[in-house]
């Protein structure tokens, strides 16, 4: 047994190496740490440490259950989460297939660059173009407004807003770059479907309907069980950014909260508590779909 594993580590050795650095990141970043969590559970001191510190069992969960944010922070991080898979979801779903049935390859690849564009650009930098092209006095947005006799809005400063900002910006900034794995699933897709179809008297809606749709089904259900399984992880630092206390009514989420609590107020022990909630929930959410996902298309993570 130890000889075949010893065959098996020379002969791929190469091949060990270069996931090697992808394996420590993992297991620092993200395994190591894990054992920071039991502060949770405690009344965590810095000068004492983590195992110096007492314990206090799950005082920090009923203090957040109990708070008079709870159900604010969890409306608003569900209500965020579920309005942008809802909108934004879809989005490059429609853009790759649409962009597939562009023949022009010039326009194509240049509509393609500039879709991906808003990807690499800084969230600071999107939170700064929002915040000028929103403001009241000379924002394009504003302008646009008065031209049509409307009096100009406050977008920032108006809960109300919030969430149409937020989703329609997260929407410009990811779909072109989002779309990158769609345009790859339809180039696997068989050609000699499209061929057998074209015999058949079908058109281009016709193909894209019947062949290239359901050729993207696994991949649409891969990404969205992905993308459910983090539906409590909502954009901190857009959000962050862009909120403020006459916002907080819609903008304050659980990861804005848990940074408030847990960096500006030195309270570890309970945003711990916090997060390892979400977590758990985040959790749930992945398994549950995962297996809904598994019974229905037969398409699942595991």
Do not use: C
């Not at 179809?197 to 992905?226: C, F, S, Y």
Request: no cysteine; net charge neutral; proline share 3%.
């Amino acid at each position: 047994m130890m000889g075949n594993v010893a065959k098996v580590l020379n002969r791929d050795k190469y091949l060990l190496l270069l996931i090697l650095p992808v394996l420590l990141y993992y297991l620092i970043f993200h395994y190591i740490p894990m054992y920071g969590i039991i502060i949770a559970f405690k009344n965590f001191k810095p000068l004492k440490g983590i195992l110096g510190s007492a314990w206090v069992g799950f005082q920090y969960f009923e203090t957040f259950f109990n708070s008079v944010y709870f159900w604010r922070l969890m409306k608003n991080t569900v209500l965020l989460s579920l309005y942008s898979l809802l909108w934004g979801f879809p989005v490059p779903i429609m853009f790759a297939l649409l962009l597939n049935e562009v023949r022009e390859g010039m326009f194509k690849k240049s509509v393609q660059t500039i879709s991906y564009l808003p990807h690499f650009i800084s969230i600071v930098v999107i939170v700064g173009m929002i915040t000028n092209f929103t403001t009241v006095n000379g924002g394009i947005v504003n302008t646009v407004i008065t031209w049509f006799g409307f009096a100009p809005i406050n977008f920032l400063s108006e809960s109300s807003w919030f969430r149409d900002i937020f989703i329609s910006s997260s929407i410009w900034q990811g779909f072109g770059w989002n779309s990158i794995i769609y345009l790859a699933a339809i180039a696997g897709i068989d050609a000699q479907l499209y061929e057998a179809a074209e015999m058949d008297g079908a058109n281009r809606l016709h193909k894209m309907w019947h062949i290239t749709l359901p050729g993207l089904v696994p991949t649409i259900v891969i990404l969205l069980i992905l993308s459910v399984g983090n539906l409590m992880d909502v954009g901190f630092e857009k959000i962050n950014l862009l909120y403020n206390p006459t916002t907080y009514e819609t903008a304050d989420v659980i990861s804005t909260y848990v940074y408030r609590q847990g960096i500006q107020s030195a309270d570890y022990s309970y945003t711990t508590a916090i997060g390892l909630f979400n977590n758990i929930i985040n959790l749930i959410l992945l398994v549950t779909v995962n297996r809904i996902s598994k019974k229905v298309s037969e398409t699942s993570l595991w």
